[in-house]
C-alpha cells in the first residue's frame, strides 16, 4: 500500500482514494510532489535528448549522403562510380553510423613524413633541401 501511494504521489497523479492523514504525512507528500515533478521532468529531458542526438547523427550523415550523390551527379560521373560510391556510405552507416566521416582525417595515423608528402604533392611544390641535423 505504501509503495502505492508513493507512486501516486512522485508521479502526481493522486488518485484521492489514499490520503495523507497528519501534518508530517501532508508535508512529506508536498515534498514527493515536488521531487517527482523535477524527477519526471529530467528524466524526460534526458529521453528527448537522448532521441534527437541520435536522429540528428542520422540526418548529418543523410545530408552528407545526399552532398557526393549531388557532386557525384552535378560532375556527370558514370553510373557505376555513383552507385559504387552510395554503396560504400551505405556499408559505412552499416558498420560504424557513418562516424568515420567526422572522426579523423585521411592521414590521421600516417607519419610526419608521409603527411609532408602528400600535401606537398597536392600542392605541386618542390621539396625543400634537406636540413642539417
Known amino acids: 500500500m505504501s509503495t502505492y501511494f508513493g507512486l501516486t504521489v512522485l508521479s502526481t497523479l493522486g488518485f484521492d482514494d489514499i490520503a495523507p492523514g497528519n501534518t508530517t504525512d501532508k508535508l512529506l507528500m508536498i515534498l514527493g510532489v515536488i521531487l517527482g515533478i523535477f524527477l519526471f521532468g529530467y528524466c524526460t529531458s534526458e529521453l528527448s535528448a537522448t532521441i534527437t542526438y541520435h ?7 543523410q545530408s552528407s549522403m545526399f552532398a557526393v550523390e549531388k557532386f557525384l551527379i552535378d560532375n ?13 556510405l551505405e556499408l559505412q ?4 553510423k557513418g562516424l568515420f566521416l567526422w572522426k579523423n582525417s585521411l592521414l590521421y595515423n600516417a607519419t610526419s613524413k608521409i603527411r609532408k608528402k602528400v600535401i606537398l604533392k597536392e600542392l605541386d611544390a618542390p621539396l625543400p633541401p634537406p636540413t642539417k641535423s
Open 55 to 61: 536522429i540528428q547523427i542520422k540526418t548529418d550523415f
Open 93 to 96: 552507416w552499416y558498420y560504424n
Open 76 to 88: 556527370k560521373l558514370d553510373l557505376q562510380i555513383k552507385n559504387r560510391v552510395m554503396k560504400f
